[in-house]
């Protein structure tokens, strides 16, 4: 059994299928994805990282089609910024736990603020520092603060 650490550290079993899954969510056809999915699975033997084995895919793709080489690579970095955007959702919903609420809004995060006495305002003054826009309005008499990354 061959197991892939994926980017958050959690490991799971090899699976074909999610291989599969992806190359058609990027625009392949079954057949190119399962044809791709055996090959790897034939290759692979000992255990991986997760993106090990998305070079693989797209070192496979490239080889009969590079079209599909190159929107599995933009599929693949779509799915990592997501991920990565998730990740900062959690951290800030960690530092105002009790305070106030976070989602993703498009590109950024939106804070609802609930007990402002009470919010870590320092951390989130860095954190806003550091992005290319920041709006701050009242909905409700909540203040929300609406942020983007930087890229």
Do not use: C
Request: charged share 30%.
């Amino acid at each position: 059994m061959v197991m892939v650490t994926k980017r958050n550290g959690a490991q799971q079993e090899f699976d074909k299928g999610k291989i599969t899954k992806s190359i058609v969510k990027a625009g392949g056809t079954q057949k190119e994805a399962l044809a791709i999915a055996e090959i790897l699975a034939r290759r692979i033997s000992v255990d991986i990282d997760s993106s090990q084995i998305r070079a693989m895919i797209i070192e496979e793709l490239g080889e009969n089609n590079k079209q599909l080489s190159h929107e599995y690579a933009r599929y693949v970095k779509t799915i990592e910024k997501l991920a990565k955007q998730g990740d900062i959702l959690e951290e800030i919903r960690t530092v105002i736990k009790g305070t106030a609420t976070a989602s993703i809004a498009g590109a950024g995060y939106r804070i609802y603020i609930e007990k402002p006495a009470e919010f870590p305002w320092a951390v989130i003054i860095d954190l806003l520092t550091r992005q290319d826009r920041v709006v701050a309005y009242r909905i409700d008499g909540r203040l929300v603060l609406d942020f983007s990354t930087k890229p």
